[in-house]
């Protein structure tokens, strides 16, 4: 499908300066999206778009000029929602897209990482492979970006899939949603809350977490991050 194409990172082409500039005189360039800044207060990163193409900008706040693309994402490709900085140098951001399979709309979204000169792209996304048993359609969320100890990792909430052992004497058997704290650099994975089939959201708050169950009569518990 379309949403391929950004999603396995096989590369985004930046639009040269000319085209930016045509852009912003003709009035082609939309108002801003969505919009963060980044921890140290230098630099701002933002959605806008070219056309009908969703772009990653980033402006120094310092020295100023002109944003700067750095990424390109073309709506055969898919719908970039939005970019946060993970660090000063660090961007997460989320493609989502509609794929047609078979007559059925299926939505899916996924995570990538990338540093705000546009390299080292990275999909934070969770890989599957062919004994993954379901879709991953579902490519996660941020939950607390303020990780103690951990510069430029996030803690992400996703869901994970059982698989079978085809092939294999691996047996994965988790399914539910959990949390795992994932370096957006380095890809390092580490599980700090194990999926739960109950489990609808969970809650990053600094050191701590909000677990909200989707059972009746359950209360939320409050689960210390440790670090």
């Not at 499908?1 to 360039?29: M, Q």
């Not at 990275?122 to 062919?130: D, G, H, I, K």
């Not at 959201?201 to 670090?227: D, H, W």
């Amino acid at each position: 499908s379309g949403l391929l194409l950004p999603l396995s990172l096989a590369g985004a082409a930046v639009p040269d300066a000319g085209s930016v500039e045509l852009a912003a005189r003709f009035g082609a360039l939309e108002s801003v999206e969505q919009i963060s800044i980044s921890p140290n207060g230098n630099r701002l990163v933002y959605v806008g778009a070219i056309q009908q193409s969703r772009m990653i900008f980033i402006a120094d706040l310092v020295n100023g000029g002109l944003p700067v693309p750095i990424f390109k994402v073309d709506p055969a490709d898919g719908r970039l929602y939005w970019c946060r900085w993970a660090s000063d140098e660090r961007l997460v951001c989320e493609i989502g897209s509609i794929v047609n399979d078979a007559g059925t709309l299926l939505g899916f979204s996924r995570l990538f990482a990338v540093n705000a000169d546009g390299s080292k792209l990275v999909r934070l996304t969770a890989p599957t492979n062919s004994r993954t048993m379901g879709l991953m359609q579902y490519g996660g969320d941020v939950i607390d970006w303020d990780v103690p100890g951990s510069a430029g990792s996030v803690l992400m909430g996703r869901a994970f899939i059982p698989e079978n052992s085809m092939g294999t004497t691996i047996k994965r058997e988790d399914e539910g949603y959990g949390i795992e704290l994932v370096d957006t650099l380095t890809l390092r994975r580490s599980k700090v809350e194990s999926p739960r089939r109950d489990a609808v959201s969970y809650i990053g708050q600094s050191r701590f977490m909000n677990e909200r169950l989707r059972s009746a009569g359950k209360r939320c518990t409050l689960v210390e991050f440790p670090g």
